[in-house]
T-cell receptor, first 112, second 111 residues
């Protein structure tokens, strides 16, 4: 079974703090994604990566950056957290040539 | 116009009922189609792919209408355990960003 894990299930941070969200997958997938999910808006793609050290902006990259130093790990960074970044953050991965994305359990981030 | 549109619901149906969801997409170049299921406070998981000829998996039937640019999901003989949010997902072959998600349709099956 593919396993995608995220570093925290719940996180509370203050405005202006730097926040790191980590995602690890154990199935040697090339492609990894970060989404945020908000009521009524569905999943929106923040950034994705198709290889180590490669990254591409998704639909809503502003206020975020990412790091992919190792194939199994994809980190999302909020340089200076703001209240409008309060959301559920979901990491996903998939194997090239396959269709199914496998998701991590999500991190519910609250920025006060 | 959103790329992928779904009726958010909620759909509240009695056990045993048949319920259908539709989803429309705007990009005619879309090449792959899926339904994902998301339980409350859980991550989305693939329910089924949708093929051009339509496909069935037990009580679930998925159909694609390319001319009208919509996909549908039919659930027969609803169970309490079918209660979840159903996400319509559209993909583009060869695109690394792969998938665009609808905002989901919430289903509650009542005893």
């Amino acid at each position: 079974d593919v396993k995608v894990t995220q570093s925290s299930r719940y996180l509370v941070k203050r405005t202006g703090e730097k926040v790191f969200l980590e995602c690890v997958q154990d199935m040697d997938h090339e492609n990894m994604f970060w989404y945020r999910q908000d009521p009524g808006l569905g999943l929106r793609l923040i950034y994705f990566s198709y290889d180590v050290k490669m990254k591409e902006k998704g639909d809503i990259p502003e206020g975020y950056s990412v790091s992919r130093e190792k194939k199994e790990r994809f980190s999302l960074i909020l340089e200076s957290a703001s209240t409008n970044q309060t959301s559920m953050y979901l990491c996903a991965s998939f194997l090239a040539g396959d269709n199914e994305q496998f998701f991590g359990p999500g991190t519910r981030l609250t920025v006060l | 116009r959103k790329e992928v549109e779904q009726d958010p619901g909620p759909f509240n149906v009695p056990e045993g009922a048949t319920v259908a969801f539709n989803c429309t997409y705007s990009n005619s170049a879309s090449q792959s189609f899926f339904w994902y299921r998301q339980d409350c406070r859980k991550e989305p998981k693939l329910l089924m792919s949708v093929y051009s000829s339509g496909n069935e998996d037990g009580r679930f039937t998925a159909q694609l209408n390319r001319a009208s640019q919509y996909i549908s999901l039919l659930i027969r003989d609803s169970k309490l355990s079918d209660s979840a949010t159903y996400l319509c997902v559209i993909g583009f072959s060869g695109s690394a960003r792969q998938l665009t998600f609808g905002s989901g349709t919430q289903l509650t099956v009542l005893p």
